[in-house]
């Protein structure tokens, strides 16, 4: 078992196989929430009922995030195609409720940050929507900047904010 982060209130892991439902559902409770459960979003991407089976590739980590011995959320980099060189993907940040507004969000993002170093990336791009308003604002602390349009084929057509960080 690979462990990063523990406290006394949290848990950083890898994912694991028996996770998938747990996560498929926060994503899809996420999106309905705040009514951007729409086609070309991952609520309706199959791979979503599958998270362990698609970050069990190289150079792609998922990280689920257990508060009270309970799964609250996660968030991975991704080998997106059709990224530029050295460009990741970070993909699938979700929170329950209770998780939100707690700093669990930035801390999903230094992991990924610190994944997508470790596999050599230089940039990380990423995917969402004006509904996701709070998303958004953590996005621009954490330093992503605003692009004009979408990179690579992430078949998510549904997003329409698209935002790059390098890695400094």
Request: glycine share 10%; proline share 5%; hydrophobic share 35%.
């Amino acid at each position: 078992m690979h462990f990063i982060c523990s406290m006394q209130d949290h848990l950083v892991r890898l994912i694991r196989k028996e996770d998938n439902p747990e996560i498929a559902g926060i994503i899809r409770s996420v999106l309905a929430e705040f009514k951007a459960n729409k086609p070309g979003t991952v609520y309706y991407d199959p791979t979503t009922d599958d998270l362990f089976k698609l970050f069990s590739a190289p150079r792609r980590e998922y990280w689920i995030l257990e508060a009270g011995e309970k799964i609250v959320g996660g968030a991975g980099v991704y080998p997106t195609e059709g990224l530029p060189e050295g460009c990741c993907e970070l993909v699938k940040l979700y929170l329950r409720p209770e998780a939100r507004g707690k700093g669990y969000g930035r801390l999903l993002i230094n992991k990924c940050f610190a994944s997508a170093a470790k596999f050599g990336f230089k940039q990380v791009y990423l995917e969402t929507m004006p509904e996701l308003k709070n998303a958004v604002g953590l996005y621009e602390q954490c330093g992503f900047t605003y692009l004009n349009g979408p990179l690579g084929n992430s078949g998510h057509f549904g997003c329409d904010l698209w935002m790059l960080k390098s890695l400094d």
